[in-house]
């Protein structure tokens, strides 16, 4: 998408408002034409005060007042101005930043899979950022500069076109080292965001893994490094603020040097008769009010070309194809029993790179199911299958005997319970975190799903029960306590079928057991999927799936797989063995 497609698009969006921009257009002409007028009464009242005892008081009182109103007509509109283009600029990226969400909530789980989340969220916050900078900066300033510009001009040229051309030569000069200068500091400012970026990182890194920095001795390497990036911030800060703050003194020098030259002219000309004192003064404020709009206007572009670049990579993500809509005619399910089964499903994530090759599998109904292979086997795959995240390539995936490319999506996932390994939760309550699948569930449901989770010891040993406020799923709770919530998340909802992957790490052992009670709760006559790593749960499973390289290569109970000596019986005696 090119510049000028982005902003046509851009301005579709703003387009909406307009209301706000004609008013916008005509309280910045009003308020141009003031400043202009201004200064023509200046030049006025100047000539009715010239030479002894020919002042006309009246006169002068007369232009002193309504030079007084045409500036207080000005700085309203001035403001008018502001506002409006506030307006306009906000209301846009209102709607651009919840479109954006809107359609970030639609992207298939690839997008989110292949994007990091750091860029996503930079997208949302830095782009649309930069945009409304943009809009805001750009309509105002260019409208006023404009139309400035063009006004002290026309003024210029009617009081003394020879004076005009003087001015009109010196401008290119004025542009140019406002430029050179902008264009220098915007480098820099440019390098210090990305040093900046990546010191937060560095700090964000470091202080996430203080234990390990600790426990290897990493400090003063860590010190090292930080001191590093923190002079170079330091250095490139200094140099930015250096050239910024060269932009005026450079550009005021070119200025005054024409400043001088057309009052030498002028005076020169006032003496000969060929304009008045009151001419020269309008006329060196008209110079004034011509050469400002430049140094705005070239600090406007930069921020116009950082908008635009912003705006292209938000249009990047609005232009990712949403998740395939449901069928017309999909349907609900409304009780499932738990019937699953995969008919020559294939699947690939990159087309060069099949990973399920042809898997069949039949699980009937009620039956725990532990997925158990090597890392990179495809254990998360077959769940992202079932779940429909990504859709199969070919062959069909089946829930009570119906193709799940038939169902809603939303009843589909409604029908499976899923608690990861990942847990998430979100800035509020424990109780409105247990009822995050069942927002209106009273108390004593949320209860008696904690019970059943075993959470309930501890959400009542801490500080404020079930209203203790979790924030963003960091704060106190152990990694393990976290999960007794999800789990009860889960339990609340109470779905006929469950999709469980069991931690890895992090838990105490009382924790886990707790967990794997409360797992085996409630697998409890539910068809049930487990990515499990814990001999426990694999052994109690009725039906144990090893994958490897994609494809269920073996299935079976522990002992009938344990029998064939294949590639469970394998992964058994390295892993387990020993322990039992
Ligand atoms: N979004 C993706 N895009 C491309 N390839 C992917 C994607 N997700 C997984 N893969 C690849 O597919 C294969 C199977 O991955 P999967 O996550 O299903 O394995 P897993 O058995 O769940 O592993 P683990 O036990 O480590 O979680 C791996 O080779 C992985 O690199």
Do not use: C
Request: aromatic share 10%.
């Amino acid at each position: 998408m090119n510049t000028k497609q982005t902003w046509q698009r851009l301005l579709k969006y703003a387009g909406k408002y307009k209301i706000y921009g004609i008013l916008a257009v005509i309280s910045a002409l009003i308020s141009v034409a003031s400043s202009l007028i201004g200064p023509f009464l200046i030049g006025r009242t100047i000539d009715e005060m010239i030479g002894k005892g020919a002042v006309r008081f009246d006169e002068v009182f007369r232009l002193l007042v309504l030079l007084g109103f045409v500036y207080a007509v000005g700085s309203l509109f001035g403001w008018l101005l502001t506002y409006l283009t506030n307006r306009l600029a906000y209301q846009t990226v209102n709607e651009l930043r919840g479109e954006m969400f809107d359609h970030l909530n639609v992207l298939p789980l690839k997008y989110h899979d292949n994007h990091p989340q750091g860029d996503s969220i930079s997208r949302f916050v830095n782009d649309i950022d930069a945009v409304s900078d943009g809009l805001l900066q750009g309509f105002s300033t260019l409208l006023t500069g404009v139309f400035t510009i063009a006004g002290a001009v026309g003024l210029m040229l009617y009081t003394s076109p020879l004076m005009t051309l003087v001015v009109l030569l010196s401008a290119p000069a004025s542009y140019f080292v406002a430029r050179f200068v902008t264009v220098k500091s915007q480098q820099l400012f440019r390098d210090q965001a990305r040093i900046l970026g990546s010191l937060n990182g560095y700090v964000e890194e470091m202080v996430g893994g203080q234990k390990v920095v600790q426990a290897f001795r990493y400090e003063e390497h860590s010190f090292a490094e930080f001191s590093a990036q923190n002079e170079q911030l330091y250095q490139t800060g200094v140099k930015s603020q250096f050239y910024s703050s060269l932009s005026n003194p450079a550009t005021r020098l070119v200025n005054n040097v024409t400043f001088s030259i057309i009052a030498m002219i002028g005076s020169v000309m006032v003496i000969l008769s060929r304009i008045t004192v009151g001419d020269l003064s309008s006329f060196l404020i008209y110079a004034n009010l011509f050469a400002k709009p430049f140094n705005e206007i070239t600090g406007v572009i930069t921020q116009l070309q950082s908008a635009t670049a912003s705006a292209q990579r938000i249009f990047r993500v609005l232009d990712e194809p949403a998740e395939t809509p449901d069928r017309p005619d999909a349907v609900d399910l409304p009780q499932a029993q738990g019937l699953i089964e995969f008919r020559d499903v294939r699947f690939a994530y990159e087309q060069e790179r099949p990973l399920i090759k042809a898997l069949n599998l039949t699980v009937t109904p009620g039956t725990r199911v532990a997925i158990v292979g090597k890392t990179g086997a495809g254990k998360t795959t077959l769940v992202n299958l079932l779940m429909r995240f990504y859709d199969a390539d070919a062959g069909e995936i089946a829930v009570d005997g119906v193709n799940i490319n038939r169902l809603s999506r939303d009843g589909l996932r409604r029908a499976f319970g899923m608690v990861l390994q990942d847990t998430w939760l979100f800035g509020g309550t424990v109780r409105e975190n247990i009822a995050y699948g069942k927002p209106d569930a009273s108390l004593e449901e949320v209860m008696a799903a904690a019970k059943a989770a075993n959470a309930h010891g501890f959400i009542m040993r801490l500080p404020q029960g079930y209203d203790t406020v979790i924030d963003g799923g960091e704060g106190s709770l152990s990694q393990g306590q976290k999960q007794l919530l999800t789990i009860a998340r889960v339990m609340l909802v109470d779905p006929p079928m469950l999709i469980l992957d069991e931690a890895t790490s992090s838990i105490d052992t009382l924790t886990e057991i707790r967990i794997q009670q409360a797992f085996l709760k409630m697998m409890e006559g539910r068809t049930s999927f487990v990515i499990a790593h814990r001999l426990s749960t694999i052994r109690e499973a009725d039906l144990i799936l090893f994958m490897k390289d994609g494809d269920v290569v073996e299935s079976g109970s522990h002992e009938e797989l344990l029998a064939r000596g294949g590639h469970y019986a394998g992964l058994y005696n390295s892993q387990f063995a020993v322990t039992t």
